[in-house]
């Protein structure tokens, strides 16, 4: 492995990928145009309720959804899905069997320039709603919640690629991988956090929930920040997090192992 070829990679990215910078800033900021159903909807809970919901009150909840949005574009893929079965079906794929080149690092690295361009394009519009509702803000007390939330962030964005990418590798054997792809978004957007902070379902459906890979995609690393993940319960997350990451590299390689072998058989 030469890293100086995935940085050459990593700087064709940027080139790339900034090219449709309007196009992030667009779809980042009417992004944000849920988020003030989320806050009218939340007030009305509240509201109703009289009280709070297994510890988050109106203004914590709406910092978990502003949390959720930050970290969402840090480390959600963004179309690579599509531009990896593109390669598959166009047969672009057939100049990386002949270079000392890993597909999977050449992706990743394509991975990680667009979410730097994506998260300098958005960063605005996001920090804007930080400032916005800057009353709700409660930074962690501890060194230990920054550092292990940041970890928590990496290993996130490393599971949200593999899977992806694996997803992907679909394409060796289908022609059009998008009802898999809506499914799986079905279940990340359900059990990762998007929808509701997955703290407030009933402890049996955490215990589930919490060995799932969706758990760790995004609500991970903002449980840590938040500091309702600490002591040995981030500790055994962090390990579970870790095992997912492990899991899904796997994965990945060997899907691409599996389908090249396919793909060759087939004569791609």
């Known amino acids: 492995m030469q890293p ?75 179309e690579d899905e599509w531009q990896i079965a593109a390669d598959i079906r166009e047969g672009q794929i057939n100049s990386f069997l002949t270079k000392p080149l890993s597909y999977l690092g050449y992706r990743f690295s394509i991975f990680l320039s667009g979410r730097l361009v994506y998260t300098v394009v958005t960063i605005v519009p996001i920090a804007l709603i930080f400032v916005y509702f800057r009353e709700f803000i409660r930074l962690p007390s501890s060194g230990v919640a920054y550092l292990c939330s940041f970890i928590s962030l990496l290993m996130a964005a490393m599971i949200q690629f593999f899977i992806t990418y694996s997803i992907a590798m679909m394409a060796f054997w289908i022609l059009e991988i998008s009802t898999i792809v809506f499914i799986v978004y ?42 309702r993940l600490k002591g040995a319960a981030m500790v055994e997350a962090l390990g579970i997090q870790t095992a997912w990451l492990l899991a899904t590299w796997g994965t990945a390689r060997l899907m691409w192992k599996r389908g090249l072998g396919h793909y060759q058989a087939v004569g791609g």
């Open 186 to 227: 079905s279940f990340e957007y359900f059990l990762g956090g998007q929808m509701f902070p997955v703290d407030i379902m009933p402890p049996a459906i955490q215990a589930v929930m919490k060995w799932l890979p969706f758990y760790y995609e995004l609500f991970c690393p903002i449980a840590i920040f938040l500091e």
């Open 4 to 78: 100086a070829k995935y940085v050459s990679v990593f700087k064709l990215g940027l080139q790339n990928t900034f090219v449709y910078r309007w196009n992030y800033f667009l779809r980042a900021l009417f992004a944000l145009v849920p988020l003030a159903g989320t806050v009218f909807l939340w007030r009305a809970i509240f509201n109703e309720r009289g009280g709070g919901m297994q510890g988050y009150d109106y203004g914590s909840m709406i910092y978990y959804y502003l949390l959720m949005i930050l970290v969402s574009n840090l480390v959600t893929p963004t």
